[in-house]
Nanobody, 124 residues
Framework: QVQLVESGGGLVQAGGSLRLSCAAS????????MGWFRQAPGKEREFVAR????????MYADSVKGRFTVSRDNANNTLYLQMNNLKLEDTAVYYC?????????????????WGQGTQVTVSS
């Protein structure tokens, strides 16, 4: 049974930082594209970032480029999202996501497995 479990969310002031983690189990982690989506209240779930099998082939949404960094530790089956210079509009539930195989993802319909989400709230 595949499980993706996020942690690290919370309340932070604008300009602050958070690091999200996603612990994966039940899958061959090193053969999955992994990444993050987010969903703000009243909005659709949107792509944030993804990373290829070996830690290369990173891609980011324009709204987070230069502020967020996605990384992975294949030895420990863990995905990370370092979020710096957080803005009010970054407030959302953040979801860990995975897609098996060689084809990368960029939209919700491409994802094979989801985590349960972790809340990130940025205050002024």
């Amino acid at each position: 049974q595949v499980q993706l479990v996020e942690s690290g969310g919370g309340l932070v002031q604008a300009g602050g930082s958070l690091r999200l983690s996603c612990a994966a189990s039940g899958l061959t982690f090193g053969t999955y594209y992994m990444g993050w989506f987010r969903q703000a209240p009243g909005k659709e779930r949107e792509f944030v970032a993804r990373i290829g099998w070996s830690g290369f082939l990173r891609m980011y949404a324009d709204s987070v480029k230069g502020r967020f960094t996605v990384s992975r530790d294949n030895a420990n089956n863990t995905l990370y999202l370092q979020m710096n210079n957080l803005k009010l509009e970054d407030t959302a539930v953040y979801y860990c996501a995975g897609r098996g195989g060689p084809i990368p993802f960029s939209k919700v319909g491409d994802i094979h497995y989801w985590g349960q989400g972790t809340q990130v709230t940025v205050s002024s």
